[in-house]
């Protein structure tokens, strides 16, 4: 079964309306969780999760794998390299700052053949913009196409580690917002030009991933190592250019 970039991004839009976006700054205590110290997870997040993965199968059948299923169960991220179709669903990508109020959240879901990622989208709910990529199609936000330019000079470069931050005169420090979702589509509007991140798990970076790639840019870890669809070792480099990720990376080796 196939099933359109309309119907999916219907079904996101859906899921969105009537479990994630009713909740925005009325969770109540009971309803939020940490898996982890600092590491949140809502209501809203598994449930999202839950009517997303159901949703999209029933259309067009594969396996899902969702972030709060690969905690419960890391094996699961096993199948996707086989899957001819597998569903990688981030429910609430930015958790955090979902908990504490911020606009900066969203909802992502890659769409992979093989371990390859084909599709991507990237709901962001408070924004009110629908960001998709093709493989070999390039990238769209609510429709029209988006390219960028080449990075600027000095690279702006994002990210929420502070150790990251190695002053120098090509580099433009700035604060990441905590959010995948929201972080990657500045990097292909032109706004950054490069983020780098500390962990690279597949449902925060996948979707993003491609939309890169697809406006000419590269995602890769410090050592050069492509961005596949499992988690990678070792800090990962979102750039908008070869030029933006060697200048980067060259400071973080």
């Known amino acids: 079964m196939s099933i359109d970039v309309d119907t999916v991004s219907d079904l996101i839009r859906d899921v969105s309306a009537r479990v994630i976006d009713p909740r925005f700054r009325t969770l109540h205590d009971h309803q939020i969780h940490q898996k982890k110290p600092g590491d949140f997870v809502t209501d809203a997040d598994r449930q999202a999760e839950c009517e997303l993965g159901a949703a999209v199968t029933k259309y067009a059948g594969g396996i899902v794998v969702g972030e709060e299923s690969a905690f419960a169960d890391p094996t ?37 053949s093989r371990g390859e990622t084909v599709r991507g989208w990237i709901w962001q709910p408070q924004y009110g913009h629908m960001w998709f990529a093709e493989h070999g199609a390039g990238v769209t936000c609510d429709g029209d196409e988006v390219t960028r330019g080449d990075s600027h000079s000095p690279v702006r470069a994002a990210t ?7 002053p120098s005169p090509v580099v433009e420090w700035r604060m990441a917002k905590w959010c995948c979702a929201v972080d990657y589509p500045l990097v292909c509007q032109d706004e950054n030009d490069v983020t780098v991140y500390q962990h690279s ?12 790639r697809e406006v000419g840019g ?26 933006a990720y060697e200048t980067v990376a060259k400071l973080l080796r």
């Not at 590269?218 to 030029?243: F, H, M, N, P, Q």
């Open 76 to 112: 699961i991220l096993d199948a996707v390299s086989d899957a001819d179709l597998a569903w990688v669903i981030d429910p609430i990508d930015g958790t955090k700052n979902f908990v504490h109020g911020s606009v900066d959240h969203g909802v992502m879901l890659a769409q992979l």
């Open 160 to 166: 929420t580690h502070e150790a990251y931050k190695i």
């Open 201 to 212: 798990y597949p449902w925060d970076h996948l979707p993003g991933a491609l939309m890169v």
């Open 218 to 243: 590269v995602v890769r870890t410090v050592d050069g190592a492509e961005y596949g669809s499992r988690e990678t070792s070792g800090k990962l480099i979102v750039a908008a250019d070869e030029e």
